[in-house]
């Protein structure tokens, strides 16, 4: 079985402020995706990394995907209260669904 | 365009007593997965349906869990006799095909007293 380490599991700080989660795994996955969550709706595709050592840019969001694809990062720059949500990193898909990791709480306040 | 929908949204029920989830996934869409979230252990996979094919049936947690697709559309997760450490969301999550991007619906929240 695959698993994925998030952390930290909770993380709140002031808005402007950056801040980095971790997604880390033993396995060695094909692909990585950073989904984020609000209270009452489903997760939401951010990104998704394919190759390893990649770097993808989303306005102030950068992901990284371990040379070895075992492990990634979201870096948030200047966080902003409209960041708060549930961070989620998932592998895998297909027949076996994803397998996801439990999460980062994030709490940006103003 | 539409996307997945559940229904209920909120669903409270007693112990032993049977609920059923439903969930419609984005039309054209091939691919179905219900998903279960609970504070102990985040996000896990518990079904998985290609268009009109038997489901692979042993991500349930118990055999009170069962699913169905109709038609290769719309999809429903019965949990017989229900328990309280059945509470939790369940997600439905649709996708164009096996390997492709997971849209997922707001899920239902179902509290078992």
């Known amino acids: 079985t695959q698993l994925l380490e998030q952390s930290p599991q909770f993380l709140s700080i002031q808005e402007g402020e950056n801040l980095t989660v971790y997604c880390n795994s033993s396995?060695?996955?094909?692909?990585l995706q950073w989904y984020r969550q609000e209270p009452g709706e489903g997760p939401v595709l951010l990104v998704t990394?394919?190759?390893?050592?990649e770097v993808k840019k989303l306005k102030r969001l950068t992901f990284q995907f371990g040379d070895a694809r075992k492990d990634s990062s979201l870096h948030i720059t200047a966080a902003q209260p409209g960041d708060t949500g549930l961070y989620l990193c998932?592998?895998?898909?297909?027949?076996?669904?994803?397998?996801f990791g439990k999460g980062t709480h994030l709490i940006i306040q103003p | 365009g539409a996307g997945v929908s559940q229904s209920p949204s909120n669903k409270v029920t007693e112990k032993g007593k049977d609920v059923e989830l439903r969930c419609d996934p984005i039309?054209?869409?091939?691919?179905l997965y219900w998903y279960r979230q609970s504070l102990g252990q985040g996000l896990e996979f518990l079904i998985y349906?290609?268009?009109?094919?038997?489901?692979?049936k042993s991500g349930l947690p118990s055999d009170r869990f069962s699913a169905e697709r109709t038609g290769g559309s719309v999809s429903t997760l019965t949990i017989q006799r229900t328990q309280q450490e059945d509470s939790a969301v369940y997600l439905c999550?649709?996708?164009?095909?096996?390997?492709?991007?997971?849209?997922f619906g707001p899920g239902t929240r179902l509290t078992v007293l």
């Open positions: 999550a649709s996708s164009p095909g096996r390997r492709d991007t997971q849209y």
């Open positions: 998932a592998g895998g898909g297909g027949a076996d669904g994803l397998t």
């Open positions: 396995s060695v996955f094909s692909s």
């Open positions: 990394v394919v190759t390893g050592g």
């Open positions: 349906f290609q268009g009109n094919s038997a489901p692979d």
């Open positions: 039309s054209g869409h091939t691919a």
